[in-house]
Every structure is written in structure tokens, then in C-alpha cells.
């Protein structure tokens, strides 16, 4: 069982949080980031405990994939229950003429599996 919390902080930013429930009556806190916007030069930033974004599949949440399993190459590398890291990163949209999307994160992480 997992509760998710999410609530606007004020006009630029979002805290959200992730708690899950095990059946051994264990709370784990999953998530929990706050989320700036508008910082300047149109750059999105976020601090705490999230799930980085390394490609499409990984920040999906794994009842949203469009296939049963979780691909193979991210079971193996991130673990069974993905990777969750505490850190910083910066997001920037980068505005091309084709019509998709297209933005570039840096990050700070903890190490370590």
C-alpha cells in the first residue's frame, strides 16, 4: 500500500511525498523532493529523495508501464525496486522546431547501490 502526498508551497513550488506500507507493518518513506519552478533562465529544480530522470521507463511508476514487466536492462542495473537517490537536480526544456520534446537534467546524487 503506498500514500502519496502532494501539496503547492507557495507559487513556485510543489513538495510531493511517497510513503509506502509493507505487510511487516513497516512505513518507508519512498519519496519526498520539493520541486522549485521558475528559477531563472526557465530551469526547474528539485532537492531531496526522488527518482532521478535516466531515460523514460525508470521515473515511470511500474503499474503505469505500458508492458507487465519492467524492462530487463532496468531491473539489473537500478535493483527490483528502481533507484531512489537523495540529491539535487536542474532541468532545463530546450526549445527545438520539431515537434518533441526535449530537456536536459544535472544532478547530484548520493553514491553508492
Do not use: C, W
Not at 85 to 112: A, R
Amino acid at each position: 500500500f503506498e500514500l502519496v502526498l502532494g501539496s503547492n508551497v507557495d507559487p513556485y513550488s510543489r513538495l510531493d511525498a511517497t510513503l509506502a506500507f509493507t505487510e511487516e507493518e513497516i512505513v518507508e518513506l519512498e519519496e519526498a523532493y520539493l520541486t522549485r519552478f521558475a528559477l531563472p533562465l526557465k530551469i526547474t529544480a528539485r532537492i531531496g529523495r526522488f527518482i532521478p530522470k535516466i531515460g523514460k521507463a525508470l521515473a515511470i511508476h511500474r503499474d503505469s508501464l505500458e508492458f507487465v514487466d519492467e524492462p530487463l536492462v532496468i531491473q539489473r542495473y537500478f535493483g527490483e525496486e528502481g533507484m531512489r537517490k537523495t540529491g539535487f537536480d536542474f532541468t532545463k526544456m530546450i526549445d527545438l522546431n520539431i515537434p518533441s520534446v526535449h530537456q536536459i537534467t544535472l544532478g547530484l546524487f548520493e553514491g553508492g547501490n
